[in-house]
């Protein structure tokens, strides 16, 4: 089946570390993305990861994988009011991405 | 690189009217994938076309069609639009580790 959850809400504070978490059920799945989407925007790929990784870092971002238990997250390092979005995992599924309902994301002062 | 672009961004229709939207992807890129987000049901996928060839449907009815030109560009059309067809409508452009990159959507409102 195919089936991506994620928490809805996150609320941190600038300069923290972030931390969304997501969950999938495709174990045949060969890549997982994130996404992030601003207010009236489109989405914007942030990163992705084969399947067979368990670790990506880019800049402040860092993705962990854990196949066994179908976990994905991003990490958002040193946190900005820039950051506040809402942000999407997705799993690709034959040719399509399965999304999550996305976690909005909120940066206080 | 030139990004995706969606032609229109905006749109107001009524019910009963037809829409066409256009999607031009990266130049190189021969995938287009299209999805529909509304707030009640999130992200959904509507299809993929794969040089001129459509390659996945998703759960939609057959009020909802595309297809893909030789130059890669992509149509979808919708039908005897309905309220619940309001939306915003994204198109993706799929890279070579099936990474897609969006546009920023065209906004439909059915009245």
């Known amino acids: 089946g195919e089936d991506v959850e994620q928490s809805l809400f996150l609320s941190v504070r600038e300069g923290d570390s972030s931390v969304i978490n997501c969950t999938y059920t495709d174990s045949s799945s060969t890549y997982l993305y994130w996404y992030k989407q601003e207010p009236g925007a489109g989405l914007q790929l942030l990163t992705y990861?084969?399947?067979?990784?368990d670790m990506k870092q880019d800049q402040r971002l860092t993705v962990l994988l854990n196949k066994k238990d179908k976990h994905l997250s991003l990490r958002i390092a040193d946190t900005q009011t820039g950051d506040s979005a809402i942000y999407f995992c997705?799993?690709?599924?034959?040719?399509?991405?399965?999304f999550g309902a996305g976690t909005t994301v909120t940066v206080r002062a | 690189k030139a990004g995706v672009t969606q032609t229109p961004r905006y749109l107001i229709k009524t019910r009963g009217q037809q829409v066409t939207l256009s999607c031009s992807p990266i130049?190189?890129?021969?995938?287009v994938s299209w999805y529909q987000q509304t707030p009640g049901q999130g992200l959904q996928f509507l299809f993929e076309y794969f040089s001129e060839t459509q390659r996945n449907k998703g759960n939609f009815p057959g009020r909802f069609s595309g297809r893909q030109f030789s130059n890669s560009r992509s149509e979808m059309n919708v039908s005897t639009l309905e309220l619940g067809d309001s939306a915003l409508y994204l198109c993706a452009s799929v890279g070579e580790h099936y990474e897609q990159y969006f546009g920023p959507g065209t906004r439909l409102t059915v009245t």
């Open positions: 990861i084969f399947s067979n990784m």
């Open positions: 997705a799993e690709k599924n034959d040719y399509k991405l399965s």
């Open positions: 130049s190189g890129h021969r995938s």
